[in-house]
């Protein structure tokens, strides 16, 4: 059993910062993969970031330059620190942990940015 817990969404402006927080908890196992990933209001659940155990990330082109993916091992978290921010990156965003053959969500946490 695993559970994810993410922190540190919010209400931002245009141009603000955020980090969220993922911390899991529960059979981890040492090769795997953490990432976030984000759904708009009518869209679907896209890929922001994903981070593998060795530390290879992978980036959503919408993203890439502003947001930096990272993970304390010893701590069984990741994050995702989010920098000029923009409207359009409003939405629920989802930590993830996958590890063949499981595959866990997080709750979600709402990151809304104003214009």
């Known amino acids: 059993q695993m559970q994810l817990v993410e922190s540190g969404g919010g209400l931002v402006q245009v141009g603000g910062s955020l980090r969220l927080s993922c911390a899991a908890s529960?059979?981890?196992?040492?090769?795997?993969?953490m990432g976030w990933y984000r759904q708009a209001p009518g869209k679907q659940r896209e890929l922001v970031a994903k981070i593998t155990s060795g530390g290879s990330t992978n980036y959503a082109d919408s993203v890439k330059g502003r947001f930096t993916i990272s993970r304390d091992n010893a701590k069984n978290t990741v994050y995702l620190q989010m920098n000029s921010l923009k409207p359009e990156d409003t939405a629920v965003y989802y930590c993830n942990y996958y590890s063949v053959p499981y595959n866990y969500w997080g709750q979600g946490t709402q990151v809304t940015v104003s214009s």
């Open positions: 529960g059979s981890i196992f040492r090769i795997n993969v």
